[in-house]
């Protein structure tokens, strides 16, 4: 039986992307091979990788002038990269939490850093009425952040260029991709498995690459000169990106997906505030809907591990809160089902029946 997956990243995927995925590793397109075992450079390969990039565009509505990438080193890469390429002398980043932070660590490598950071208050909302300076080569900003449970749900306007780290939102609400330069992600959670990290960038935002030596790799013109094939791509995930896609387009695209994040945070932001256990750290406006963040109510805090084990006793896993954090979240991504979230509400209830 399938579990209950409520687990941060990587996460649960829809079938469709689980069962064609394994069947492209026993044999990929009658080939007699594995897709394990295929040359990225033959035609089959190949086909998987355009159609993907084409699936991006259309299930994502990318206009014309943005590349999409596949590349290794995770998110985290990117943190370093964009300085690289990008960070002249200053720019300003939005610290929302512990990824903005990384980020943030990285371009301080580069020049100088404008922060504006949520941490006065535990990272528990989103700053929003705050100026950046005229002078700053780009904004960066965290749209999801995963482990503290807020989103920016809007797609903002800067007069400097605007970046976003999307590892946890993208997909699940159509995006006007014109506001952004670039948005980029780890693909292990709304897109595909663990192991790629896609970039979607804007191809007139090149000509602001700083005149400094840029190893091959960590240059952005290489990877869209070689069609993120440059060296050996992500193979397998990008594959099964493709079924996620392909996925979420015959489920009715953002459109439903966004409607899909609507209805569960709506059912589980529901049943916390009108626990008596439970709580919710983070404020209403600006609570994520695909990191559900939640705490026990002071005086049932040692109950925690116990609560924890009685979930997975009805078989909800992936509960426990980040270990910088603690309390529990729930991470209801778009493969999460409403059946999945109200099995957790009734383990919640259930327990709140039996200790509260
Ligand atoms: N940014 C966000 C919002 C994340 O949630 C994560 C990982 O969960 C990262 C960045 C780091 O991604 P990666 O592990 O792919 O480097």
């Known amino acids: 039986m399938r579990k209950h997956i409520f687990n941060a990243g990587p996460c649960k995927l829809s079938d469709r992307t689980l069962e064609n995925t394994s069947k492209a590793i026993l044999e990929f397109n009658n080939s007699g091979q594995s897709i394990f075992e ?10 998987v990788m355009d159609n993907t990039v084409e699936l991006m565009k259309e299930v994502l509505n990318i ?83 995963t482990i503290r449970g807020t989103e920016i749900f ?60 840029i190893p091959a790799m960590l240059k952005y013109s290489t990877h869209i000169d070689g069609g993120s094939m440059y060296n050996t791509p992500p193979v397998i995930n990008v594959f099964a990106i493709r079924e996620t896609l392909l996925w979420v387009k015959e489920s009715g695209g953002l459109v439903a997906m966004n409607k899909l994040a609507d209805d569960r945070a709506k059912m589980l932001y529901g049943a916390i505030d009108s ?14 809907r695909m990191n559900i963040v939640f705490v026990f109510e002071d005086k049932y805090k040692e109950l925690e591990a116990e609560f924890i084990a009685f979930a997975g006793s009805k078989n909800c896993v992936g509960l426990k809160g980040h ?34």
């Open 38 to 47: 295929v040359s990225h450079r033959g035609k089959d390969f190949q086909a």
């Open 63 to 145: 206009p014309e002038n943005y590349s999409v990438l596949f590349l290794g080193g995770g998110a985290s890469l990117q943190f370093c990269m964009i300085p690289y390429n990008f960070m002249k002398k200053k720019a300003f980043y939005l610290d929302t939490g512990t990824w903005s932070t990384k980020a943030i660590a990285e371009a301080k490598l580069w020049g100088e850093t404008v922060v504006v950071t949520s941490k006065d208050k535990d990272f528990t909302y989103i700053p929003k009425d705050f100026k950046v300076p005229s002078d700053v080569d780009y904004v960066h900003i965290t749209t999801n952040n």
């Open 154 to 213: 809007e797609d903002w306007s800067f007069d400097a260029p605007l970046i976003a780290d999307m590892s946890s939102d993208i997909l699940s609400r159509p995006v006007d991709f014109s506001k952004y330069v670039m948005v980029y992600g780890g693909a292990q959670k709304n897109m595909g498995p663990a192991g790629a990290t896609f970039v979607i960038i804007n191809n007139d935002y090149l000509s602001k690459v700083v005149d400094r030596p």
């Open 275 to 288: 626990s008596k256990m439970f709580k919710s750290p983070v404020v209403k406006e600006d609570r994520s």
């Open 323 to 356: 270990r910088s954090v603690g309390g529990f979240r729930a991470s209801t991504y778009n493969a999460c089902t409403m059946d999945d979230v109200k099995a957790l509400v009734s383990v919640m209830k259930e327990f709140e029946e039996k200790h509260a």
